[in-house]
């Protein structure tokens, strides 16, 4: 039989390791002082990896005859219904992975105890004795294999932090060991006790995460973090110094018209994660969507590592068109045919911070230099091309550039000479 123990099921994701030092794992417990750290201690441990190493390992040194563990515990997040902690006694490792929706619907969640213990909030316990004919779960086949005797599944709640968790309103935990004879009644009693005391700090935890998540989501992946630090006072920010990318789809409107709202989402959705990928992998920073289009800054901080943003913000408008290009052979977006971006590039001044309301604020840019790249932005498609960059950008820029001559914005004072790049085909 294939050993696929630790292999990882279709939709979950490897994401973090930790390995605690030996020298740092508990060598000495008591059933109550494991108690007692949950109910202290545990609350400051910012790690839903390490707060669960911390405990198996406690869990050990109380003679808890553990061997594995997995935590599954649910996210509020877009791509991930959760994330899971795997922690194995004979590797001394914990691996956390994330878990995507999608497996919700697979066989392999179907067929295993979580149903019952997510669901229903039941307690699975099973004895893993010689080969059988027939196993309830594949997991059992598999414990089987690297020697484990007792297999544990037992729900956890977690104060209903979660509107997504009301059709699942438990976590799961599972326990295994390879003691023989398996786990003691006693024991199954006590990881029920630890586990009423692990939902305060696994609480903490997992809502300081979301929190995270969700900010770095909606608002960006350096932004987002700078407003869970407490930049949140309306107007506060700060200038900086930027190059500056827009895009935009061509022709979007008649697609509109074209398609149904519900399809239009997901070409547009399909669309933005092309786009937002080009900018990520240059390490560009995201703005805001701006209906089909979307605007992004590479940061400045220091004039000599000007040339350094410009060619990073180059590259990224470059991915983003050629990425727009291969939708074109994905037969996925067949009825959407044909789909071009155009992107402007621009660099300047920009204040980012808190703008808005008192009671509805937005995290983003604003300045004359983020109006010159919009106004670029609809040029770029006058001109049918699929990019163009100022006489501001191109002083800065190592690139081979074109001139296309000055124009004269609208809104804008004095015309702008533009520029685009000769290896460039016209839109």
């Not at 979301?210 to 630090?229: N, W």
């Not at 107007?235 to 979007?252: C, K, Q, S, V, Y």
């Amino acid at each position: 039989m294939p050993n696929r123990i630790n292999a990882r099921p279709a939709g979950v994701h490897g994401h973090r390791r930790y390995v605690r030092p030996v020298g740092q794992r508990p060598k000495h417990a008591t059933r109550d002082s494991v108690l007692l750290w949950l109910r202290g201690p545990a609350h400051a441990v910012g790690s839903p990896l390490k707060l669960i190493d911390g405990l198996c390992w406690r869990l050990v040194a109380a003679g808890v005859p553990i061997d594995r563990s997995v935590v599954s515990v649910s996210l509020l997040h877009p791509q991930f219904a959760g994330y899971g902690i795997r922690w194995r006694r004979d590797s001394g490792e914990a691996e956390e992975s994330l878990i995507e929706h999608s497996v919700r619907d697979s066989d392999a969640y179907r067929n295993s105890p979580f149903p019952a213990v997510v669901e229903r909030g039941e307690t699975v316990r099973l004895k893993i004795g010689p080969l059988q004919n027939s196993d309830p779960y594949p997991v059992i086949a598999e414990l089987r294999v690297q020697g484990f005797t007792d297999y544990l599944t037992q729900p956890l709640s977690l104060y209903g932090f979660l509107p997504s968790t009301f059709e699942r309103p438990f976590q799961a935990v599972n326990w295994a060991t390879k003691r023989d004879g398996g786990f003691e009644d006693a024991d199954v009693a006590y990881l029920a006790h630890v586990l009423a005391e692990l939902a305060a700090p696994l609480t903490l935890v997992t809502e300081r995460r979301i929190a995270r998540d969700l900010l770095s989501i909606y608002l960006g992946r350096s932004t987002g973090p700078r407003v869970l630090a407490g930049e949140i006072k309306r107007g506060a920010g700060e200038p900086l110094r930027a190059a500056i990318l827009a895009t935009d789809m061509r022709g979007f409107t008649t697609l509109s018209d074209r398609l149904p709202a519900e399809r239009m989402v997901e070409i547009v959705n399909g669309w933005f994660e092309r786009q937002v990928g080009a900018v990520h992998a240059h390490g560009g920073e995201v703005i805001k969507f701006i209906g089909d289009g979307m605007l992004a800054i590479f940061p400045i901080a220091d004039i000599e590592l000007s040339r350094m943003a410009a060619r990073d913000a180059l590259g990224a408008a470059r991915d983003a068109i050629k990425a727009a290009h291969a939708m074109n052979a994905d037969p996925a977006f067949a009825d959407a045919l044909p789909l071009r971006a155009v992107a402007a590039l621009h660099t300047g001044e920009i204040f980012l911070g808190n703008i808005g309301a008192p009671d509805r604020l937005d995290f983003t840019a604003i300045g004359p230099s983020v109006n010159v790249v919009s106004r670029l932005e609809q040029l770029v498609k006058s001109l049918d091309r699929e990019l163009i960059v100022s006489a501001a950008f191109a002083a800065i820029s190592s690139e081979k550039l074109a001139s296309l001559g000055s124009h004269q914005l609208k809104g804008v004072a004095e015309p702008v000479e533009v520029f685009t790049c000769p290896t460039m085909a016209p839109a």
